[in-house]
């Protein structure tokens, strides 16, 4: 009796082992020990070659952890002795690249003007270029980088120029009744009758003589001073205007604008107020 309740009794622990592992089973027939045996040395294997290759790849893995430090610690030499050579540092050449961009937005800013708000801005055109010309004479233009970008705003500059205008007027049709004086002290003109010798000067090339104008005549109503004029205030003289730095920086040069001039300058030494000169190169 109790041979036969072991057997059952073992035969209830192989009915619960083979239900347990029925997932694991690739059919529903019962092995025998050599397809166990032959099965768990065959996993045990693919186990052993899965950690040998593991092993092999961490091994890999470390030696270009290894290489990358090995060639970053080159990199970071070989910028090191650049800087040296540049006379400065890393954060130096962080921040004149900050600078460029700084300036490449201020260029930026202007390309968005219309043609007539840029004329009147021009100035700055000269004073970004004046800036970028002192940046290209630090030795940190000399990176490629740095190359490129100012080759890029030098670029920008050129096509605000090109975008700038020669001069900035209206325009005016004279009718009958009209003399300078009265077309000068017009709200939509001038509002000031005294700057009809502006309209004058500035129309030189088809008013010969400014008590004598047309109807249907076209003038020029100037406004903004051009790169080669100046618009004459009071107390002005012609050996002042070109010692200016602007001009020519050298008031002996004054005969230069007298002779461009003859025009609309009967005495050398009487000029006006609100005469338009113009400047030669």
């Known amino acids: 009796m109790r041979s036969i309740i072991k057997i059952a009794s073992v035969f209830a622990l192989i009915l619960t082992l083979t239900l347990s592992v029925a997932a694991f089973a690739q059919s529903c027939r019962e092995w025998t020990m050599d397809e166990y045996n032959a099965k768990m040395a065959d996993l045990q294997k693919r186990e052993a070659d899965a ?126 009744g009209d003399y300078l004086w ?31 104008i047309y109807p249907e005549q076209i003038f ?6 051009g790169a080669n004029e100046y618009l004459v205030v009071k107390g002005d003289f012609l050996y002042k205007i070109a010692g200016k730095a602007e001009i020519f920086n050298d008031p002996t040069k004054w005969t230069k604008i007298y002779e461009a001039n003859s025009t609309v300058i009967k005495d050398k030494n009487e000029i006006y107020p609100h005469q338009v000169l113009i400047i030669p190169e």
């Open 51 to 176: 950690k040998a290759e593991m092993a092999t790849l961490d091994k890999e893995i470390a030696t270009l952890k290894d290489e990358i430090a090995t060639a970053e610690k080159a990199t970071a030499d070989e910028w090191q002795a650049i800087y040296t050579l540049l006379g400065t540092d890393e954060a130096g050449v962080n921040q004149f690249g900050s600078d460029l961009g700084a300036l490449e937005a201020k260029v930026d800013e202007l390309s968005g003007l219309t043609p007539e708000e840029l004329f009147q801005r021009r100035k700055e055109i000269d004073q970004l270029e004046e800036q970028l010309n002192g940046y290209k004479g630090n030795n940190i233009a000399l990176l490629s980088s740095m190359q490129d970008k100012i080759a890029v705003i030098e670029g920008k500059i050129s096509q605000l120029r090109a975008s700038l205008p020669k001069a900035v007027y209206d325009e005016y049709t004279v009718v009958k």
């Open 182 to 212: 009265k077309i000068a002290g017009k709200e939509d003109i001038y509002s000031d009758p005294y700057q009809w010798i502006r309209i004058y000067t500035y129309n030189r090339d088809q008013i010969k003589d400014p008590d004598m």
């Open 220 to 225: 020029k109503i100037q406004r903004g001073v």
